[in-house]
């Protein structure tokens, strides 16, 4: 998060295998949109494992998927499912707000929500 020192960033937790995950970005121009007006960064944290790399790289193209990306490794995706889910598993589509490496919604709404997570993110 050190990259984003100083700044707001929206997380989305997604894998090239989820259906959910791939149906919310349908929504992204308007996040984006969103996002640029009010200076808040993007980041897509994938929980693909290394076999599913190519495809990963395809999907961000084809879905358009700009901003910062980071794939998971084993170590952090164990540290994530012990941060926002049980440690023992996890489920996606998940979204975060974060400032400063400080998390400020671990639930945040979901880009189909439209207003509603724009004013989530607003706070």
Not at 9 to 30: H, I, L, R, S, Y
Request: glycine share 8%; proline share 3%.
């Amino acid at each position: 998060m050190e990259h984003f020192k100083g700044k707001k960033v929206f997380v989305d937790m997604w894998a090239t295998w989820c259906g959910p995950c791939k149906e919310q970005f349908q929504f992204n121009p308007g996040l984006k949109a969103y996002l640029k007006a009010n200076n808040v960064e993007m980041l897509y944290i994938s929980m693909d494992n290394d076999q599913a790399d190519k495809q990963w790289k395809e999907m961000i193209k084809y879905y358009d998927l700009s901003g910062k990306h980071v794939r998971t490794g084993e170590a952090l995706k164990k540290d994530l499912m012990n941060l926002f889910w049980d440690g023992k598993s996890y489920s996606i589509p998940r979204y975060l707000i974060v400032k400063d490496g400080v998390v400020l919604e671990k639930m945040a709404l979901q880009p189909g929500d439209g207003q509603r997570l724009y004013d989530q993110i607003g706070r």
